[in-house]
């Protein structure tokens, strides 16, 4: 069982995902380089936070085609488990793997706080450790991270069950106050809080670690 | 071949809430000017392009539009095309 985590030129929570996967929870890590296309001993990918290819033109818009991002989609598409944090996030919107795209926070802030939020497990794989409706509270760290979808859209996603996870103070602006989005199939998450900074009684809190225990298995 | 200059222009779909528009507009009441109704900030980018001919530059930039330098989903574009150069 090996976690891939992919790092951009720009990536700065790469380092702080391993250390919550392999110091807080003992599972193994791989770095894959951002030019790097072989994922094989590869069980499930993250793409962590911070920045990719300076996010010049959008956040996560260059990154879309960097050479491991086909290897991920490909893994995604066969069902393989894929979780985007923040700029991951943003990544996984571009790359299309999910619907909508994060814009600028609606006060134009850069947001460093706990978020509450509640959870809707649905099929996720990734929150299948979570109660349905269950309150926990995540860091959140972004400019971008205004979700964005038409009226319509977000209708279909909410009757899908892929609004998994929902502020329940709305610090940014997300329409229909999505924190994080899930694929239909259930097998890919992205989700502007970060869970890898929730690991570790030292920073204040665990509720990240059954997200992030669910790569497993 | 001949060398085609375009401008791309990326605005904010009209129904995206644009909050450094707003902030702008704002600052443009405090700098005393009074009835700017609408401000909304998007991006020119110019492009140089080398194509046989014209239709297949045009090809080009609006695969460039639609693919890279837009993002549908909240974005529209629009180009302008100048005589080639």
Known sequence: MTVGIVVFPGSNCDRDVRWALEGCLGIPTRFLWHEEQDLAGIDAVVLPGGFSYGDYLRCG?????????????????????????????????ELGLLPGALTRNRDLHFLCQPAKLSVYPGTCRWLREY???????????????????????LITLEEAGQVVLRYADNPNGSVGDVAGLSNARGNVLGLMPHPERACDPALGGLDGRRLLAAALG | MPL?????????????????????????????????????????????????????????????????????????????FSEQA
């Not at chain 1, 959140?140 to 205004?146: D, K, L, S």
């Not at chain 2, 702008?24 to 980018?45: D, M, N, P, S, Y």
Request: charged fraction near 25%; charge should be negative.
């Open chain 1, 61 to 93: 818009a260059i990154a879309r085609f960097a050479p491991v991002l086909e290897a991920v989609r490909t893994f995604a598409e066969a069902g393989g488990p894929v979780l985007g944090i923040c700029n991951g996030f943003q990544v996984l919107t």
């Open chain 2, 4 to 80: 085609f200059q375009a401008r791309v222009l990326v605005s904010l779909r009209p129904s995206v809430l644009d909050p450094a528009g707003e902030a702008t507009r704002a600052a443009a009441a405090r700098l005393g000017v009074e009835g700017v109704k609408r401000l909304r900030i998007g991006k020119a980018i110019e492009v140089e392009l080398e194509a046989p001919d014209r239709n297949e530059a045009q090809a080009r930039l609006e695969l460039l539009g639609d693919r890279l330098l837009a993002n549908p989903v909240i974005e529209d574009w629009s180009l302008e």
């Open chain 1, 131 to 153: 109660a349905a409706e269950e309150a926990i509270s995540l860091p959140i760290a972004h400019g971008e991270g205004r979700y964005q979808v038409d009226p319509g859209q």
